[in-house]
């Protein structure tokens, strides 16, 4: 009993939801791990895992580069402020050629004839130019004595920035040193001395842009450092890092981020691993446990099951290939771009396409499970289906197998014999030609023979089809006399027509039980009734001293009669319902018939405190039985009497529509109309739920049957507290009154 339980539970939904949820739970930690890695993997361009040391790294590389670059740049290019300021650093190709650039001047006749003077003011002209380039000359010569000077002075005060930009940059860094000497060993710049230097143990020497041998363990990767300024001077630079590095620069907080990269990577490693272990764990229990509530249980199937599975694969193929566009599209703007907002909301959708891919991958996985365990995988492939369905066409399960291959049959027999016929004159077979030609009248023959006993057969079967839906069961198939080819679909038809006629029979005769028991038992009761009514009618005339005994009888007479009204009720509704009732059917005024129960039922009408309204401008005359129509009328003043709300008015509206006289009566409910409106036209439904007002239950249901058997209809309708009855009857024709008129004998004058 114990291992049974824990099955069970192993098998409750609850332990499903858990292991879906944790599954989730370890997809977003794997992702999450991912997207750090590769954040980290990012700043670092994969150095942080093939690197040993922060010096191994390109980061490294490339800042050192930049410090040397802005140590030539300001000891060797620039030197000073005043240097700059006096023009000594400035290179006169470069600041002419930038003011061609600047203001768009192309090389030519006049440049080559032309010399600009060492003080950036004036032109000099040395050559011949001809009349036709006298404008822009002009304009030439403007340009160098008006623009050319403001230019040098903004390519001097770029120098300027540049040079102070150097300094300040280099006088962040607190671990780079570096120190300059001509070739004599001369200082030139620096921030240290040589032999500081040459006590790190990660030092540099260039010259005309070439490094000389490692004094320490800087990488070859500076083997290959070369600057045009550098290599022109003539100058030796050295340079190196601390060791261990100092606080307070860019060397020491990249040191620090790759040390933490470093140490951050295995612990997100192991997080990975451990995430997609659990993974595993929950994708194996869930496909063991998957559309079972019990170990060994039935299998319940979802809906992408009823997919085959060549299609859910492909569906799933189809959706794993655009993901995977789309998130290598994403990884790669994540990639390029920094930290900012586009960045992480990339990240986000990237989040949510990654864990879709992980329902859908797993919804199909489960789905293999169930169809595994229940047996079904190979059958619900395409594959396997359309092998089943082709197969049927030669077993005779489908009539249109049997058809396709009758005519396949009959078509290749044709073909065989009429060719043979048409070969066999041809190689002087002639005999041999008029037996296949008899052959082929033969064969078409018998094929005609039993196409038209099929059809025969059809025929039948559609007769018989027919007689069944008209209710006839008189004629039933006889199986012998139909063709083999249609064997199946008469049985069919067989079968329909014994169970038509036994549920008829079973029908017809419980409501002929039900009819004769209502009757039976209400004459049985009406004779003991009969006797009490008329007992309490004497006890009422006797003269009874005692009161409680005078209150006895009165509820004795009232109830009897009560029940003798139910009685009653009961015996017209079985007639009504079992259509026994004969209708006589005259010309009768609606509207006149109307009133006349309204005037009889008048009493009550003020009893109950209502106010009738009545509308009917003309008369209307209907074709019914004036019995069955007053029992109509007198149900439906009954029940609004009974069920309206106290000082309200009751509508009546009598008018003709569509070959019908409708009266249509409307009264608002005492009590709130809180279910179907239909089931009041069944029998022994009352309005009243708590049934304590009088009444039986059966007047509505009365009014339908007799409205019914009258060729008309009765319906009811509520609109919140608003119940509305419509009775509709066949009007009065004129030529049924002329063919009255011309059958009546004429009437005998009076005495």
């Known amino acids: 009993m114990a291992t049974k339980s824990k099955n069970s539970n192993v098998y409750h939904t609850k332990w499903k939801v858990m292991a879906t949820i944790v599954l989730f739970v370890c997809a977003l930690v794997m992702f999450v791990c991912g997207v750090l890695a590769g954040m980290i993997s990012k700043q670092w361009n994969w150095d942080v895992v093939n690197a040993e040391t922060f010096y191994d790294t390109a980061e490294f590389h490339g800042v050192f580069r930049t410090a040397l670059d802005r140590a030539i740049t300001a000891d060797i290019q620039y030197q000073s402020e ?21 203001y768009g001047i192309i090389d030519g006749v006049i440049s080559s004839n032309t010399e600009i003077n060492a003080t950036y003011d004036g032109l000099a002209i040395y050559g011949e130019i001809p009349e036709s380039l006298y ?59 040589k032999g500081e230097i040459s006590d790190e143990e990660r030092t540099l020497v260039l010259y005309a842009g070439f490094s000389s041998d490692h004094l320490g363990e800087m990488p070859d990767y ?38 933490f990269a470093k140490k951050s990577l295995p612990i997100l490693l192991g997080v990975f691993s451990a995430a997609a272990l659990l993974l595993v764990l929950c994708t194996v229990y869930l496909m063991r446990v998957t559309g079972q509530k019990e170990k060994g249980g039935i299998v319940e199937y979802m809906v992408q099951d009823r997919l085959y599975n060549e299609v859910h694969f492909l569906l799933v193929a189809v ?69 089943r369905r082709a197969s049927e066409l030669f077993t005779g399960k489908t009539f249109r197998g049997w058809m396709l291959i009758v005519i396949l049959c009959y078509g290749l027999g044709n ?70 080819s249609l064997q199946n679909f008469a049985m069919d038809i067989a079968n329909i027509q014994d169970g038509l006629k036994n549920a008829v029979d079973d029908a017809v005769k419980g409501e002929r039980m039900k009819t004769d028991l209502i009757t039976n038992v209400s ?68 509207r006149q018939l109307t009133l006349q129960a309204m005037g009889e039922m008048e009493e009550k009408i003020e009893t109950a405190g209502l106010s009738f309204k009545m509308s009917c401008p003309e008369p209307v005359r209907i074709n019914a039985d004036g019995r069955h129509m007053w029992r109509i009328l007198e149900n439906l003043f009954s029940n609004a009497i009974k069920y309206s709300m106290p000082n309200s008015r009751v509508y009546v509206d009598i008018f003709e529509m569509n070959g019908f006289g409708m009266l249509v009566m409307k009264n608002i409910s005492a009590a709130p109309i809180d279910f179907d409106e239909t089931r009041l036209t069944e029998r022994f439904v009352r ?65």
């Open 82 to 102: 005043e240097r700059i300021s006096a023009g000594k650093a400035a290179r006169r190709e470069e600041v002419i050629n930038g003011f061609k650039r600047y």
């Open 135 to 193: 404008a822009n000359l002009q304009e030439y010569q403007y340009l160098v004595e008006n623009r050319l000077p403001m230019y040098y002075k903004m390519y001097l005060q770029r120098q300027l920035d540049e040079y102070k930009t150097c300094v300040r940059y280099l006088g962040g860094l607190r671990n780079f040193l570096y120190y300059i000497e001509d070739e004599a060993g001369n200082p030139v710049g620096g921030n240290t001395t």
């Open 222 to 259: 500076f083997e290959t450092y070369s600057n045009i300024t550098l290599e022109e001077s003539g100058l030796r630079l050295y340079g190196a890092i601390c060791d261990p590095l100092r606080p307070g620069d860019e060397f020491y907080e990249l040191w620090q981020s790759f040390g």
């Open 687 to 751: 309005g009243d739920a708590s049934r304590t007002t009088e009444g039986s239950g059966l007047g509505l249901s009365i009014t339908q049957s007799l409205a019914q058997i009258q060729g008309g209809t009765f319906g009811i309708q509520v609109d919140g507290d608003l119940f509305k009855s419509i009775v509709s009857i066949p009007l009065w024709e004129e030529e049924e009154e002329t063919e009255e008129k011309a059958a009546e004998p004429e009437e005998l004058p009076e005495d």
């Open 415 to 484: 073909c065989v014999i009429m060719g043979l016929a048409v070969l066999a004159p041809y190689y002087g077979q002639w005999r041999f030609g008029v037996l296949c030609g008899l052959a082929l009248i033969l064969f078409n023959g018998v094929c005609m023979y039993l196409f038209l006993r099929a059809l025969r057969s059809l025929k039948n079967i559609m007769i018989s089809a027919k007689e069944t839906s008209k209710g006839d069961f008189s004629a039933p198939l006889n199986l012998a006399e139909i063709s083999p």
């Open 319 to 387: 959706f794993f290939a655009f993901s995977a566009a789309g998130g290598t599209a994403l990884v790669q703007n994540i990639m390029q771009g920094n930290a900012n907002f586009w960045s992480y909301l990339f990240i986000m959708i990237l989040g949510v396409l990654y864990l879709a891919d992980v329902a859908v991958g797993l919804g199909f996985l489960l789905s293999i499970a169930r169809q595994v365990k229940g047996q079904r995988f190979f059958r619900n492939t395409w594959v396997s289906v359309t092998i």
């Open 523 to 590: 004459h049985d009761l009406k004779t003991p009734l009969t006797s009490i009514i008329t007992y309490a009618d004497l006890l009422k005339h006797e003269e009874l001293s005692n009161e409680r005994a005078k209150g006895y009888v009165n509820v004795l007479h009232e109830k009897s009669y009560r029940l003798k009204q139910l009685i009653e009720d009961l015996i017209e509704a079985s007639k009504a319902s079992s259509g026994n009732l004969t209708v006589t059917k005259m010309q009768i005024d609606f």
